[in-house]
């Protein structure tokens, strides 16, 4: 790694602090600009816009980022549908921060759709033909968020009670297993 990649995974990582700091502050995301993030991160203006157009983009990048990191988890094993829904509850409940900064910055949209494409990649991978491929993704991902979201962030079941409600109620995704 250069030089210039830490330097550039430094201001990233200032980035998304001072978005967590802000949103753990319970400021109104309405309210959040680029200039407050980059006071909050000690950068300049200037810097953020070197990085992100708008500030929902820093909270965008990082669900991406987080679900491809998982992509590339789930690649390297024989991967069922109740593993890889044990493995989201147990990494999103690793990174409940992630789903707080979805919440506070109302991104369950773009959370929802980065899903959906990860259901797709994972159809692929397993070599799955859907007909209304985009409608089976769409529906997993929502019914996949609404039960993150009351598990990680609201702790209503057990990992094994959620992964089972999950299951039963998208038919053990078997549209894309």
Known sequence: MTKTDK????????IETAMVTLCQSKV???TVTA??????AGISRQTFYRYY?????VITNLIDRHLNEFLKTFRLQNLTARKMVLQLMTIWRDRTTVLELVEWSDSRYEFIRALAQFNQQIATQN???LIN???????YAAATYMLLRDYVLKNRWTQEQATDLLLHLTNNMDQIF
Do not use: G
């Open 28 to 30: 109104n995301f309405a």
């Open 35 to 40: 200039p407050k993030i980059a006071a909050a």
């Open 53 to 57: 157009l708008i500030p929902k983009q």
């Open 127 to 129: 070599q799955v033909n």
């Open 7 to 14: 330097r550039r995974l430094k201001t990233r990582d200032k």
């Open 133 to 139: 491929e985009q409608t089976v993704c769409n529906v």
